[in-house]
């Protein structure tokens, strides 16, 4: 490419990459309340982000630009096997822009020969889905999202009470059950509401007023059933206003599980949080017992580790934990993820303050 097309394409992509980034966000958004009334898990993400922000390491995706009306939102969990930690990855994207992420896909569909073959962390094992790896997050990378990260140890029993106290995960399903959104074990109960508050304060805090909110979640033990699916909207639809701002409405609130027959493009998205929530957890609880030199992680995940040790020109990445200390006590803090050798080819894009 000539030299005046090459700067010319920079400069083009600079300000395309400037207007998708959300300048001096309102992070702020346990305002209506003592902070300490909220949720545990919503105390944490808002200092997590606060704090990242303070170091000038967060960027949030601008999801009303380009007219944009609506928000997509897709979340995936890993842990409840084997493991040291439960991991809940969501992912918020403008849902207007979905299509050119889709069209991208074909095309890594069509040359990976992967037919309607869902991208599955579980699935790694597969030639044809870890080589597509590469190309499936660099397209990622083009979508206008945030994908949020939190791993919260197994010994934390529960994020909305006294989690050293044994009776906190029966108080948490009692709630549910004395509001008519019963029905769950107590363990389930309590992922229902991590995923709920945490989902809800992602919304409330990329959302703009008058978008509509589309949400897809995993076929999962929170939501087996269309009943339980139901009643997980209802409790959304619940927990949302407690962290949106007065001035800002959502008239629309829709969700779905995956779709049967299957929707390719919208497994497709549901994937991104898949592979994240399945990498990050592996590698955390890996890390509790062997040093980071000696690591070994499934075939694939340092492809995962490498999309997230970066913002893409659309996508920002956020990952964080909650763990209890050697007193026994809770903390949390911001998973920093850093390339020893980044890529020779990268290119940095500055974002400028507005």
């Given at each position: 490419?000539?030299?005046?097309?090459?700067?010319?394409?920079?400069?083009?992509?600079?300000e395309?990459?400037?207007?998708?980034?959300?300048?001096?966000?309102?992070l702020?958004?346990?305002?209506?309340h003592?902070?300490?009334?909220y949720?545990?898990i919503?105390?944490d993400?808002?200092?997590?982000?606060?704090?990242?922000?303070a170091?000038?390491?967060?960027?949030?995706?601008?999801?009303?630009?380009f007219?944009?009306?609506?928000?997509?939102?897709?979340s995936?969990?890993?842990?409840?096997?084997a493991?040291?930690?439960?991991?809940?990855?969501v992912?918020?994207?403008?849902?207007?822009?979905?299509?050119?992420?889709?069209?991208?896909m074909?095309?890594v569909?069509?040359?990976?020969?992967?037919?309607?073959?869902?991208?599955a962390?579980?699935d790694f094992?597969?030639?044809?889905?870890?080589?597509?790896?590469?190309?499936?997050?660099?397209?990622?990378?083009?979508?206008p999202?945030f994908?949020?990260?939190?791993?919260v140890d197994k010994?934390?029993?529960?994020?909305?009470?006294?989690?050293?106290?044994?009776?906190?995960?029966?108080?948490?399903?009692?709630?549910?059950a004395?509001n008519?959104l019963?029905?769950?074990?107590?363990?389930?109960?309590?992922?229902l509401l991590?995923v709920?508050?945490?989902?809800a304060?992602?919304?409330?805090?990329?959302g703009?007023?008058?978008?509509?909110?589309?949400?897809?979640t995993?076929?999962?033990?929170?939501?087996?059933?269309?009943?339980?699916?139901q009643?997980?909207?209802a409790?959304f639809?619940?927990?949302?206003?407690?962290?949106t701002?007065a001035?800002?409405?959502?008239?629309?609130?829709?969700?779905?599980?995956?779709?049967?027959?299957?929707?390719?493009?919208?497994?497709?998205?549901?994937?991104?949080?898949?592979v994240?929530?399945?990498a990050?957890?592996?590698?955390?609880t890996?890390?509790?017992?062997?040093?980071?030199?000696?690591i070994?992680?499934?075939?694939?995940?340092?492809?995962?580790?490498?999309?997230?040790?970066?913002?893409?020109?659309?996508l920002?990445?956020?990952?964080f934990l909650?763990?209890?200390?050697?007193?026994?006590?809770m903390?949390?803090?911001?998973?920093?993820?850093?390339?020893?050798?980044?890529?020779?080819?990268?290119?940095?894009?500055?974002i400028f303050?507005?």
């Amino acid at each position: 490419m000539p030299q005046k097309q090459n700067r010319e394409y920079t400069e083009r992509l600079i300000e395309f990459a400037n207007q998708l980034v959300l300048k001096h966000p309102n992070l702020d958004l346990l305002s209506h309340h003592p902070k300490n009334e909220y949720p545990i898990i919503t105390q944490d993400l808002e200092a997590l982000l606060q704090e990242r922000n303070a170091k000038r390491k967060l960027l949030l995706p601008n999801l009303s630009a380009f007219k944009n009306q609506a928000l997509g939102i897709f979340s995936d969990y890993s842990g409840e096997g084997a493991g040291n930690y439960y991991t809940y990855s969501v992912l918020v994207c403008g849902y207007g822009f979905t299509s050119s992420f889709s069209e991208k896909m074909k095309l890594v569909r069509k040359n990976f020969r992967l037919g309607d073959k869902e991208i599955a962390f579980k699935d790694f094992g597969m030639g044809q889905v870890r080589a597509c790896l590469p190309d499936y997050l660099a397209a990622a990378n083009d979508l206008p999202g945030f994908v949020c990260t939190l791993a919260v140890d197994k010994r934390i029993s529960t994020l909305f009470g006294p989690h050293d106290d044994p009776s906190s995960l029966h108080n948490v399903a009692d709630l549910l059950a004395k509001n008519g959104l019963g029905g769950r074990k107590p363990r389930e109960a309590e992922k229902l509401l991590r995923v709920v508050h945490m989902t809800a304060f992602l919304a409330a805090l990329l959302g703009t007023d008058g978008q509509k909110i589309f949400w897809m979640t995993d076929n999962d033990a929170i939501c087996a059933n269309p009943n339980q699916h139901q009643s997980m909207m209802a409790l959304f639809d619940r927990v949302l206003p407690i962290y949106t701002r007065a001035d800002i409405n959502f008239p629309l609130l829709g969700g779905a599980l995956p779709f049967q027959p299957k929707s390719i493009e919208m497994n497709d998205l549901l994937s991104i949080p898949d592979v994240v929530a399945g990498a990050v957890a592996q590698y955390l609880t890996k890390s509790d017992t062997e040093s980071k030199e000696t690591i070994s992680l499934k075939d694939g995940a340092e492809k995962v580790f490498t999309f997230l040790a970066s913002d893409g020109i659309g996508l920002k990445k956020a990952t964080f934990l909650i763990r209890l200390n050697r007193k026994g006590e809770m903390e949390c803090g911001d998973i920093d993820i850093a390339l020893h050798n980044p890529p020779v080819d990268r290119m940095f894009i500055p974002i400028f303050d507005d």
